[in-house]
């Protein structure tokens, strides 16, 4: 069974794509909190986004990881690409993800080309369009597309 969890956390490789400070008011003072978000995947088809908070930042990332573990999608790759166009939205996010022909690259940027790397997408191309540059929102906007794609 230890076994086992070993090769299911040595398949998924982790990147982290935003840590926040986080700071709250209280009667003695501030309170400091790390609030991290990690994208896992194991580039052949599966990825997942966390996010968590803890007291430091590297506890903030395991539990990240470890949420991220948990809500990891299968993703329907088409020869290193993916079958169709699609958007996804989250919040005020929007994001156009185009299949592209083979060798072109992921012509991506930030969140989006973090996600596709983790899922395994060689060739696409993506745009932002919706009004914001929240990391959050454009990763959750990104997951949702990649988990409408039909085959």
């Known amino acids: 069974m230890e076994r086992k969890k070993q090769q299911k956390d040595k398949e998924f490789k982790s990147d982290v794509l935003h840590i926040d400070r986080v700071e709250r008011m209280t009667a003695g003072g501030r309170r400091l909190r790390f609030r991290a978000l990690v994208v896992v995947g ?3 088809g599966k990825v997942g986004v966390g996010l968590a908070k803890g007291n430091d930042v590297g506890k903030a990332i395991d539990k990240a990881t470890k949420k991220a573990k948990k809500n990891v999608i299968e993703v ?16 005020a996010a929007e994001v156009l993800l185009k299949p592209q022909a083979k060798g072109r690259g992921l012509v991506a940027g930030g969140t989006v080309r973090s996600i596709c790397s983790m899922a395994g997408v060689q060739d696409i191309s993506s745009k932002i369009l919706g009004n914001t540059r929240n990391k959050l929102n454009n990763a959750r906007a990104t997951i949702k597309a990649l988990d409408n794609l039909k085959e």
């Open 42 to 44: 194991n580039q052949n």
């Open 76 to 91: 329907n790759l088409k020869e290193g690409t993916i079958a169709h166009e699609i958007m996804g939205k989250h919040g």
